[in-house]
């Protein structure tokens, strides 16, 4: 057998293969399954920023007291179930399994809902996924006020907890090298590249917006897998985990390849259920095998960009041969 044991944000994983965000991890029940499945650590569902402010001056109230039993309190009060219901989450998710549960915040400002970071630590979090999903849509806001603001959060998180801290982000930024250095700087244990983010429609008929959830293809993993490869061995000791597009066993090891420590899927759960993981794991087992590879770390950032001295020149001549090999199909495609 090949050995798959992986490491992500210093927490020890039987396989690199690791379940994302979504309402499958937001139950008992899917989380049972997920491990069953052979899933390497869990992220639970966000909690928003919006819903945690309304609950900041509560969480204060418990905090001061020292709760000792999260869901004792949960228990006895009647605040917002959102939050607490939360904390019970977590609490029950540790006490039912036995890989890691990461927590996920997501906000995009500092402010006293953080302090709620503290709570999701002691409900048993090993670790806290932050995502920060702002879209800039003021004219008047810079680039680097936004980074601003990202830096900012993520030091008010590093301070409130002591567990590993994961920064999930989007790959829309000037220069994601420098600000994913920034972010490690300002206390992120690891990256996820990146955040997929929904983008709403219109409706033809009668012009109005319309939510659209699209589920990701492994079409979009090419996205996170070149950023993973160039900023494999940039970060220092942050991890790095792939988000987006990762749907077979080829594309997680597409992804370790380029250097992730961690697979993370959520699309292709939902579509073919949890127990696709015994099937993509199978599949990376052969494919390792089929090499003689002895581990997934044999594997790891084998193909990262780290050999190349100038990656953004090597991308800009990877991009000018691609076009200037395929003529044909980029006349097929403009027609
Ligand atoms: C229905 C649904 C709910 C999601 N909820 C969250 C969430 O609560 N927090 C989060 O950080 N990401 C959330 N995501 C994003 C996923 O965790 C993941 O990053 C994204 O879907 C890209 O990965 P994929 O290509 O494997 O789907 C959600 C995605 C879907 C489809």
Same mark, same amino acid.
């Given at each position: 057998? %090949? ?8 927490? #020890? ?8 965000? =979504?309402?499958?991890?937001? =139950?008992?029940?899917?989380?049972? *399954? ?19 402010? /309304?609950?900041?001056? #509560?969480?204060?109230?418990?905090? #001061? @007291? ?11 009060? !009647? ?5 607490? &219901? ?8 540790? $006490?039912?399994? +036995? ?14 809902? %953080? ?9 048993? $979090?090993?670790? /806290? ?6 879209? =800039?849509? =003021? ?96 970060? &220092?000791?942050?991890? /790095? ?16 390849? @380029?250097? @992730? !420590? ?10 073919? &259920? ?10 990376? +087992? ?10 997934? !770390?044999?594997?790891? &950032?084998?193909?990262?960009? *780290?050999?190349?001295? !100038? ?19 980029? *006349?097929?495609? @403009?027609?």
């Amino acid at each position: 057998m %090949v050995e798959l044991r992986s490491r992500y944000l210093g927490l #020890e994983l039987r396989t690199p293969l690791v379940a994302s965000a =979504s309402p499958l991890t937001g =139950s008992l029940d899917g989380l049972r *399954r997920l491990e069953a499945a052979g899933a390497g650590a869990v992220v639970l569902p966000s909690l928003f920023e919006e819903q945690l402010t /309304l609950e900041a001056r #509560e969480v204060g109230r418990l905090l #001061e @007291a020292g709760a000792e039993s999260l869901s004792a309190a949960v228990a006895l009060d !009647d605040y917002n179930a959102g939050p607490y &219901g939360y904390l019970a989450l977590v609490e029950k998710a540790k $006490a039912t399994l +036995q890989i890691p549960v990461i927590a996920s915040l997501n906000g995009v400002t500092r402010g006293a809902w %953080v302090e709620h970071a503290t709570l999701l630590e002691k409900a048993g $979090a090993d670790a /806290l996924e932050l995502n920060i999903y702002f879209v =800039s849509s =003021s004219p008047g806001l810079g680039g680097s006020d936004v980074e601003l603001r990202y830096l900012d959060l993520v030091r008010a998180v590093r301070q409130a907890i002591g567990v590993p801290l994961a920064v999930k982000l989007s790959p829309y930024f000037s220069s994601v090298a420098n600000l994913a250095r920034q972010l490690v700087e300002a206390g992120a244990n690891g990256l996820v590249l990146f955040n997929r983010f929904y983008q709403p429609d219109l409706d033809l008929d009668t012009l109005e917006v319309t939510p659209r959830l699209v589920l990701s293809s492994s079409e979009e993993l090419r996205l996170p897998l070149r950023w993973i490869a160039i900023l494999h061995g940039h970060m &220092g000791r942050a991890s /790095l985990a792939a988000s987006t597009g990762v749907h077979t066993a080829e594309d997680a090891v597409k992804v370790l390849a @380029a250097g @992730a !420590d961690v697979a993370m899927m959520t699309s292709a759960l939902l579509r073919h &259920g949890p127990e696709h993981l015994t099937v993509v794991e199978a599949g990376l +087992q052969d494919w390792l095998e089929g090499r003689g590879m002895p581990s997934v !770390d044999f594997l790891r &950032g084998l193909r990262s960009q *780290r050999s190349v001295p !100038d990656p953004a020149a090597w991308e800009r001549a990877n991009y000018i041969t691609m076009l200037a090999t395929h003529p044909d199909q980029i *006349r097929t495609e @403009a027609r």
